[in-house]
């Protein structure tokens, strides 16, 4: 089944730890991206790639860190300079050709600061 | 900052009512995008306007588009139980960055 995967489901993370998100994709996308969303909120960019070796900062980019060294892998870190780091958190991907593409969700990590 | 913003933010409608949401963004796009988002799950992708076009339809989904004046609705017709979802609208711009909205929550009462 080609698709995007995020692992785990469910995180649970201590104070002060450093924490890496996992997100895989099989649909041979260039492009993708690392959302978070907080409770009733929208989705707030963290980071995006357009090709392997080299991503972006989004809007939101202090106190994670992410790398992108295989076309099908972009994992997230959450370290611990980010202050509140108990989210929802989504990964997307999409073709970087042709332009005008619809982007494809993973069904998200949720991260719990204990 | 987030590029797109959505009104209202919460929708109550009757089942077999028509709903309409509404998003505002700031710089200019290729196209906007609108997904749905059932609770605590990923998002998936409801239709895409390009920036020269004004209006899109896919089945009980109705899209406009004005870039004159940086905004778009959504209508979704005759609404069922299982429209019950958050809806975002998303822009893309040349940079490949993909910026959503707060999202506007929809609760269809049978």
């Known amino acids: 089944d080609g698709g995007i995967t995020q692992s785990p489901k469910y995180l649970f993370r201590k104070e002060g730890q450093n924490v890496t998100l996992s997100c895989e994709q099989n649909?041979?996308?260039?492009?993708m991206y690392w959302y978070r969303q907080d409770p009733g909120q929208g989705l707030r960019l963290i980071y995006y790639?357009?090709?392997?070796?080299?991503?972006q900062k989004g809007d939101i980019a202090e106190g994670y860190s992410v790398s992108r060294e295989k076309k099908e892998s972009f994992p997230l870190t959450v370290t611990s300079a980010q202050k509140n780091p108990t989210a929802f958190y989504l990964c997307?991907?999409?073709?970087?050709?042709?332009?005008?593409?619809?982007?494809?969700f993973g069904q998200g990590t949720r991260l719990t600061v204990v | 900052s987030q590029q797109g913003e959505e009104d209202p933010q919460a929708l109550s409608i009757q089942e077999g009512e028509n709903a309409t949401m509404n998003c505002s963004y700031k710089?200019?796009?290729?196209?906007l995008q609108w997904y749905r988002q059932n609770s605590g799950r990923g998002l998936v992708h409801l239709i895409l306007?390009?920036?020269?076009?004004r209006e899109k339809h896919s089945g009980r989904l109705r899209v406009t588009l004005d870039t004159s004046k940086k905004s778009s609705s959504l209508l979704i017709t005759a609404s069922r139980a299982a429209d019950t979802a958050s809806y975002f609208c998303?822009?893309?711009?040349?940079?490949?960055?993909?910026?959503f909205g707060a999202g506007t929550t929809v609760t269809v009462r049978a």
């Open positions: 790639s357009q090709i392997v070796n080299d991503f």
């Open positions: 649909l041979n996308h260039d492009a």
């Open positions: 710089t200019s796009i290729n196209n």
């Open positions: 306007i390009r920036s020269n076009e």
């Open positions: 997307a991907s999409r073709p970087g050709q042709p332009r005008n593409t619809e982007a494809f």
């Open positions: 998303a822009t893309d711009r040349n940079d490949y960055k993909l910026s």
